[in-house]
């Protein structure tokens, strides 16, 4: 039953078939942008031209006309990822760097025209200081088109900033783990010592106070969990202990699994509770670089280039054991917990692992910083990286808006 077809007709069929599939998906994603409805479906997702390319996968090119929209004197800097003013080298080659992503064309922000889209909506970040990373970008990037941009602190943000000029409003609030979590100091039981000094108690069903009563006041929504799930943060004497419905879980959960059921909990909580046209988005890991050793042993990111492509296997496969591997090892784990969720990827990983030479290092713009803490091969340089990824966001939240629509 397979009918064979003259040779000389499968290009025009093939033709046909993109002809037709081009159609469809540009009229599909015309009909839902004009349609009020609040969720879109499978099927206009799939079809819609946006997702025929993968913002996520590209090379970066060197381009001396990409430059900075901010610079040191933006308010919204955080003082040890000011790297302009703390004066790191290479600042200016640093951000050189443009994202080119494989088959598509990525535009930069325009902040007027992002947040004229944006008028009467608030975005909000949810989750660790890499999220916070990503926020103050944002903030600085913005502020660019609203020089009256006040610093904001409500509904148990961190921080963030309000833009008069168009009613909207960015913020992050900081969840590490994004359930609650508290310390349990040892009960001295008759003078009993097994060398820890307690605990912290980490409710997987219950999250943050930082971040439960948000709903509804933020139409776009960034998610993050995953640099605090180590030892470091959490050493055997101090450990996680896992609970559900205030007790503990039996047997006790190591911090992978806890962190599976934390995540677990925490989706179906945003599932249920965010209204289903909050727009919402997980960030996937953002990669360390951390060189000859883990921060703690004096590793180092002195790089003055992003690395090759067939070298990341060797800094991040889980496989090699090498210090940056957390990254990888955890995205498969968010991965796994989102499949079935209404909570878009933001795979940020694999653009961010190129960029060895886009950290603080060692300026951190306090003399004994390094001394104390390292250098940091984990958050990054602003200006730098993580403007790309707000035009990644942008533009997504521009597709997005447009499909459930919004604009
Ligand atoms: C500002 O935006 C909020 C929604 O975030 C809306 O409720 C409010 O009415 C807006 N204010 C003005 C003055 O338009
Ligand atoms: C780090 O470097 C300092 C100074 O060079 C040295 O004293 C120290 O032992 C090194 N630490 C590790 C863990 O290698
Ligand atoms: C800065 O760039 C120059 C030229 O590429 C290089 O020689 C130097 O090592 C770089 N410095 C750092 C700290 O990467």
Same mark, same amino acid.
């Given at each position: 039953m397979s009918p064979k077809l003259?040779?000389?007709?499968?290009?025009?069929?093939?033709?046909l078939t993109f002809a037709s599939f081009y159609f469809f998906s540009s009229f599909l994603s015309l009909s839902t942008f004009s349609s009020s409805s609040s969720s879109s479906s499978p099927t206009s997702q799939s079809l819609s031209i946006s997702n025929t390319c993968n913002l996520f996968r590209?090379?970066?090119?060197?381009?001396?006309?990409?430059?900075?929209l901010y610079d040191q004197t933006c308010p919204f800097h955080r003082n040890a990822w000011n790297c302009?003013?703390?004066e790191r080298q290479n600042m200016t080659l640093i951000n050189s760097w443009r994202w080119?992503?494989?088959?598509?064309?990525?535009p930069r922000i325009d902040p007027v025209r992002f947040l004229g889209m944006?008028?009467?909506?608030?975005? *909000?970040?949810?989750?660790?200081?890499? %999220?916070?990373?990503?926020?103050?970008?944002?903030?600085?990037?913005?502020?660019?088109?609203?020089?009256?941009a006040k610093k904001w602190k409500k509904k148990g943000a961190w921080r963030g900033a309000y833009f008069p000029k168009f009613n909207v409003t960015v913020a992050y609030h900081r969840a590490v783990l994004l359930s609650r979590y508290q310390w349990q100091p040892k009960q001295s039981e008759a003078g009993v010592k097994d060398g820890s000094e307690g605990f912290y108690r980490v409710d997987v069903d219950v999250p943050a106070d930082d971040w439960a009563k948000i709903a509804g006041f933020y139409d776009v929504l960034v998610f993050n969990t995953g640099h605090w799930w180590n030892r470091d943060k959490f050493p055997k004497e101090k450990p996680l202990v896992f609970y559900k419905a205030g007790q503990p879980i039996v047997p006790p959960l190591g911090m992978l699994d *806890?962190?599976?059921?934390?995540?677990? %909990?925490?989706v179906a909580y945003i599932q249920k509770e965010f209204p289903g046209n909050t727009l919402k988005f997980w960030r996937l890991q953002s990669p360390r670089h951390f060189y000859g050793g883990d921060w703690n042993q004096n590793g180092s990111c002195l790089f003055n280039k992003p690395l090759e492509e067939d070298e990341l296997d060797l800094w991040f496969e889980p496989r090699n054991n090498g210090v940056n591997k957390e990254a990888r090892v955890l995205n498969f784990v968010i991965e796994e917990a989102l499949q079935a969720a209404n909570i878009q990827l933001l795979d940020l990983t694999h653009l961010s692992e190129l960029r060895a030479d886009a950290h603080p290092a060692i300026w951190l713009g306090r003399k004994d910083a390094v001394a104390i803490w390292g250098q940091d091969c984990m958050h990054w340089c602003l200006p730098g990286v993580p403007d790309t990824w707000v035009d990644i966001l942008?533009?997504?939240?521009?597709d997005g808006l447009g499909r459930t629509g919004r604009l």
């Open positions: 003259p040779s000389h007709l499968f290009p025009w069929l093939i033709l590209g090379h970066w090119v060197s381009d001396p006309n990409h430059t900075p302009l003013r703390n080119v992503p494989r088959n598509c064309h990525l944006m008028k009467n909506t608030n975005i *909000g970040f949810v989750g660790d200081s890499l %999220n916070e990373n990503f926020l103050a970008s944002f903030l600085c990037i913005l502020s660019v088109a609203d020089k009256g *806890g962190l599976k059921v934390v995540l677990t %909990n925490m942008s533009q997504l939240i521009h």
